[in-house]
């Protein structure tokens, strides 16, 4: 099956770093969406991102299909931005989703 | 903004007993998810639907049942809870193939 990388697994920044996120996906993919799980444990929704590249405040996203890698892109990073990023690919078996192992972030004030 | 429900954010049980999870979404999305989280693990996907009484097997399915009796409910069925099934469950629904997930309900069988 399809498998998702996700690098770095673990991330330590000082409030006001900037910071990128790489995930890497095996095969091609229907779309794909990044996801910031807070420390409560709900899983909110940054982008769904198939291809290209959005904006929305201080962070942003690429998606480069044909190469097989998403890249999420944080400016200015906040205590608040803390917790676990994690991407997913939706395969071609309907809306399921892959999801990455994620990458912890530990925004220090 | 699309709103995921799920009926409690924390849940104890007892070995052996019958355990309901609900979820409720409230944008007349045709499909809908369950999924648990375990350190180390990740996120694995339980079972999915994509219609109403309509019901598909996902990844780790055994020791669970589901439900879909209205569109907007998806029920998640422990039958006889065990001390492997303490986890974070998360759902989710969907249109076409962005998924908007519920706050998740963290379950102790103990």
């Known amino acids: 099956g399809i498998q998702v990388e996700q690098s770095p697994p673990d991330l330590i920044l000082q409030e006001g770093a900037n910071s990128t996120l790489r995930c890497n996906f095996s095969d091609s993919v229907n779309n794909l969406q990044w996801f910031h799980q807070n420390p409560w444990g709900q899983l909110i929704n940054l982008f769904y991102?198939?291809?290209g590249t959005k904006q929305n405040g201080r962070l942003s996203a690429t998606t480069v299909a044909t190469e097989r890698y998403s890249l999420l892109y944080i400016s200015s990073s906040q205590t608040t931005d803390s917790g676990v990023y994690f991407c997913?690919?939706?395969?071609?078996?309907?809306?399921?989703?892959?999801f990455g192992q994620g990458t912890e972030l530990s925004v220090k004030p | 903004d699309v709103k995921v429900t799920q009926s409690s954010r924390y849940l104890v049980k007892r070995t052996g007993e019958k355990v309901f999870l609900e979820c409720v979404q409230d944008m007349d999305h045709e499909n809908m998810f369950w999924y648990r989280q375990d350190p180390g693990l990740g996120l694995r996907l339980i079972y999915f639907?994509?219609?109403?009484?309509?019901?598909e097997k996902g990844d780790i399915p055994e020791g669970y049942s589901v439900s879909r009796e209205k569109k907007e409910r998806f029920s998640l069925i422990l039958e006889s809870a065990s001390t492997n099934q303490t986890s974070m469950y998360l759902c989710?629904?969907?249109?076409?193939?962005?998924?908007?997930f519920g706050p998740g309900t963290r379950l102790t069988v103990t």
């Open positions: 991102i198939p291809s």
């Open positions: 997913a690919v939706h395969y071609n078996q309907g809306g399921k989703l892959i």
């Open positions: 989710a629904s969907s249109f076409n193939y962005e998924q908007y």
């Open positions: 639907s994509y219609d109403v009484k309509m019901k």
